[in-house]
């Protein structure tokens, strides 16, 4: 058998190796992740795993648990606003108890780690969920310390750092696993509320929840939503989180999981360089459910372009231009 030697063809460079994929893998306060996408509470559940591979994604979120079973807000619960939506869910919830015997197993089936979101109307609640789930199997807990706290007149919990201080404590000593603090776009220093966080055991914090808004009907002079305001998400709030994120992450030294109007992999990359080591993407999935899967797919060429070896090389490398002289 006689072989025959073909010549490149002229005027071709030789074909260079091709460069390794990133490494798409990220640290948050003690929970490995694969990679830093993962779900915003109250906007995924198992059901999205028939649409989806699911088990490609950092982690996945579960709804809010709270200790007893919660109805949610009358309709309508969510309308669309302009470049974004506004919801009053009113995070409905079967309960700690039956979540742990029925729902969490159906979350752990994913083939994710689990982070199970937790919310409470009082201090004492957010420690009985806290115990209820102890060794449950989770990868972490979420406190939502972020919606209404009907004790304190509708306010959210993080806008007062003592008494977030206090539950954050109380569910980190009760926890084996480590322990995110979802913080309010509403306060007027979320440095310092991170810091609270941090200083109360919290492992991360994730930066942030829905931003106060309303949608009006004129033809009959009422609020579009049954529970009159709610919350605006989606790419409109991006720009608003994204300072956020980068405020937060100037103040703490845990990592900062980024929340607001994710809707590609170069959105993804904004959060990770003004500070987020991992990243929540909620209202996107309404329209897209798959669209989580397909970002992380386009992460490894993201970070190509990027001239990044490791996602995690871009977390907190943004550059301000200093202020001018006088």
Not at 264 to 291: I, K, N, R, W
Request: with cysteine; aromatic share 4%; hydrophobic share 45%.
């Amino acid at each position: 058998m006689t072989t025959r030697i073909v010549d490149a063809p002229r005027g071709r460079e030789p074909a260079t190796p091709s460069r390794p994929p990133a490494d798409l893998r990220v640290e948050l306060g003690g929970l490995a992740l694969a990679n830093p996408v993962m779900p915003a509470s109250g906007c995924f559940g198992p059901e999205l795993a028939d649409l989806m591979p699911v088990d490609v994604l950092g982690a996945v979120v579960t709804k809010t648990v709270f200790a007893t079973a919660r109805p949610g807000n009358r309709t309508h619960r969510i309308t669309e606003v302009s470049h974004g939506m506004l919801n009053s869910v009113g995070i409905p919830s079967q309960g700690a108890a039956e979540f742990r015997r029925s729902g969490l197993g159906g979350y752990a089936a994913l083939g994710a780690p689990v982070v199970v979101s937790i919310g409470g109307l009082s201090t004492a609640e957010y420690w009985r969920v806290a115990d209820e789930l102890a060794g449950a199997g989770h990868a972490a807990l979420e406190v939502n310390v972020s919606c209404p706290n009907l004790e304190r007149g509708g306010a959210t919990l993080d806008t007062d750092p003592r008494a977030m201080s206090e539950v954050v404590a109380g569910v980190v000593a009760r926890s084996s696993t480590p322990v995110l603090v979802k913080l309010s776009p509403q306060l007027q220093t979320i440095g310092d509320a991170a810091k609270a966080a941090a200083d109360a055991g919290a492992s991360a914090v994730t930066v942030c929840n829905s931003f106060p808004g309303l949608a009006v009907n004129p033809a009959r002079r009422e609020p579009e939503l049954g529970n009159g305001t709610g919350g605006v998400s989606g790419p409109a709030v991006k720009p608003l989180a994204l300072r956020l994120v980068w405020l937060a992450a100037q103040a703490v030294d845990i990592p900062v999981v980024g929340c607001g109007g994710i809707r590609s992999a170069a959105d993804v990359a904004e959060f990770l360089v003004a500070g987020a080591t991992a990243v929540q993407v909620g209202t996107a999935t309404f329209a897209q459910p798959a669209l989580m899967a397909r970002i992380v797919a386009e992460l490894p060429a993201l970070a190509a372009r990027l001239g990044v070896d490791r996602l995690a090389d871009l977390i907190a490398t943004l550059t301000t231009r200093p202020k001018e002289q006088p």
